[in-house]
Every structure is written in C-alpha cells, then in structure tokens.
C-alpha cells in the first residue's frame, strides 16, 4: 500500500484539484534521493514527475555536510540591516522559515544529535521537512567563512548608526 501512495502522489503532485498543471517555476528542485530508486511499476518517482513538467536532480544525501550548510544559512549575518517595519537594525539570517512551514517548524525542536556520531543529527520517522531543508541547503552555494554571529549592539552604537543614517538623507 505505500508504493501505491508514493505512485499516486507523484503522479499528480503537478495537477491541481480540477486535473489542470500547475504553473510553478522553480530555480533549482532538489529531490529526496529515494525518488530516483525504481518502483513497482518499474519507473522512479523522478520519471513519473518528468512528464508533467517537474524536473528534478538528485539531492546531494550527504549528512555531516548538509546539516553544517543548514547552520550556515541561518547563522545572521554580521551586519544587521535597517527594517522599515520594526524601525530597527535587525540581524537575520540569508534562510528564514515562514510560519507556513508547519512540519518543519514543528520538527526542527525534534532533532537532536546522533549518540555515535555528534556531528550528525539522529534519523528519526518525523524529520521528512527537515531532511528537505538539508537537501535545499546543499544546493545552495556554499557560504563564505566570515558570515558568523556577532554580539548585538549596544544602544549607544544604534544611536550612532541612526545618526549617520539621518544625516545621509
């Protein structure tokens, strides 16, 4: 009964409710490994996507490596950035999860590291979101070494940034 699941889902996952292709344009889609190992009816989930228009490449499944790309992309940046909205300098981080991504936000408080390998995190049966997140931040270019938290500012450094900022308008 899974197989058949997988079969159906990955035959419809560009079809909207009415049957019609969904018109998604994607920079680069990274799938799951597994997805290109064949199924029951002799063809991966990758080649049934293929004709409905979702092209995709082999996620690199590199665990260690994929999960230090993740700390990279959302260790904030060094220099924090003037937000209109909270009328501040906000430090953030090149990766933001929006609260849409519900599993992966209820997932990520789950992982803990691996009892034999501490570099790694534990697999467990609720990480799919995360494990998605690992194969995104593994197609993303690596970042450079400099990119690392600093302390925040002290209030007296923001009144000196605010200044300057008010004296370039």
């Not at 228009?53 to 950035?81: F, Q």
Request: hydrophobic fraction near 35%.
């Amino acid at each position: 009964a899974p197989a058949q699941a997988k079969l159906v889902v990955a035959s419809s996952i560009m079809l909207n409710g009415r049957g019609q292709q969904v018109p998604e344009k994607f920079q680069f889609t990274n799938a799951d490994p597994a997805t290109f190992n064949k199924e029951g009816s002799g063809l991966s989930i990758a080649q049934q996507w293929a004709p409905h228009g979702l092209m995709v490449r082999k996620a690199k499944n590199a665990r260690i490596d994929g999960w230090s790309h993740v700390r990279s992309y959302i260790t904030p940046y060094e220099t924090p950035e003037w937000d209109e909205y909270e009328q501040a300098d906000v430090q953030r981080a090149r990766l933001r999860v929006f609260p849409s991504c519900e599993n992966l936000i209820r997932q990520i408080p789950n992982q803990i590291h691996d009892d034999t390998n501490v570099e790694d995190l534990k697999k467990n049966d609720d990480d799919h979101a995360c494990d998605t997140l690992r194969y995104l931040a593994m197609g993303l270019p690596r970042l450079p070494k400099r990119v690392r938290h600093q302390a925040p500012k002290t209030d007296d450094e923001r009144v000196w940034d605010e200044y300057r900022r008010n004296a370039q308008q």
